[in-house]
């Protein structure tokens, strides 16, 4: 990647992704087994969730953890943390909307 490329663009290309977010959000609570997280994230194909799960691992965000499946690591902990603000807004967004 260029060195001149700011880390913020970095970052939302990646979260931007297709089921990126989705997949972080389900790796929350505990580690998930590969067909335990497509099913929480709605069955998506097995060949998305292997390219993001790729993709998250190599930017440090996820991890195969022998045994117990993908879990998020300490950064992708910390990037959750970033999540849950935008999880109250939305869902006050969301109950304003019915």
Request: with cysteine.
């Given at each position: 990647?260029?060195?001149?490329?700011?880390?913020?663009?970095?970052?939302?290309?990646?979260?931007?992704?297709?089921?990126?977010?989705r997949?972080?959000?389900?790796?929350?609570?505990?580690?998930?087994?590969?067909?335990?997280?497509?099913?929480?994230?709605?069955?998506?194909s097995?060949?998305?969730?292997?390219?993001?799960?790729?993709?998250?691992?190599?930017?440090?965000?996820?991890e195969?953890?022998?045994?117990?499946?993908?879990?998020?690591t300490?950064?992708?902990?910390?990037?959750?943390?970033?999540?849950?603000?935008?999880?109250?807004?939305a869902?006050?967004?969301?109950?304003?909307?019915?």
């Amino acid at each position: 990647m260029p060195q001149d490329r700011p880390a913020i663009a970095e970052i939302i290309e990646l979260l931007g992704r297709k089921w990126v977010m989705r997949i972080i959000w389900e790796l929350r609570d505990q580690a998930l087994s590969f067909r335990a997280l497509q099913s929480a994230c709605g069955d998506l194909s097995p060949s998305v969730l292997n390219d993001r799960l790729k993709r998250l691992d190599a930017a440090a965000l996820v991890e195969k953890q022998p045994g117990e499946g993908y879990a998020l690591t300490a950064m992708g902990r910390e990037l959750l943390e970033v999540y849950r603000p935008l999880d109250r807004w939305a869902r006050a967004w969301q109950a304003r909307r019915r």
